[in-house]
């Protein structure tokens, strides 16, 4: 669980995925057979959550994006929505609207001063 390929060559699985399996096959039917093997793969957090550690055992290691953030399937981070920026990028994303008469037409901004003032 957590963790893919051969014995010799194992390794975790990375960010923003999970395997919640155990593979029983071995290592000649791993190596020829790979791509008939698909139990032996990690899987993609969904979208709407996030993997921020490798080696993930279960979906629900996967967690939520917080309020007014978005996911794609696999990511290891969230992202603020359209209108919203994130507050400090070096924590955990936490993503504020934009003050009165600005926008932001742009997902991922960081800081209050990627808010654009609307014209007029």
Known sequence: RGFQGFSWACRACPTGTFKDT????SDAE???????LPADTCQSCPNGTFGAGGGQTTASACQECPP???SEGGSDACLCNLGYYDVDPALATNCSACPPDTFLNLTGQVGPSACIVCPG
């Not at 155990?22 to 096959?25: P, Q, T």
């Not at 791993?30 to 008939?36: G, I, L």
């Open 22 to 25: 155990v593979s029983e096959s």
């Open 68 to 70: 007014n953030s978005f």
């Open 30 to 36: 791993m190596f020829f057979q790979a791509a008939a």
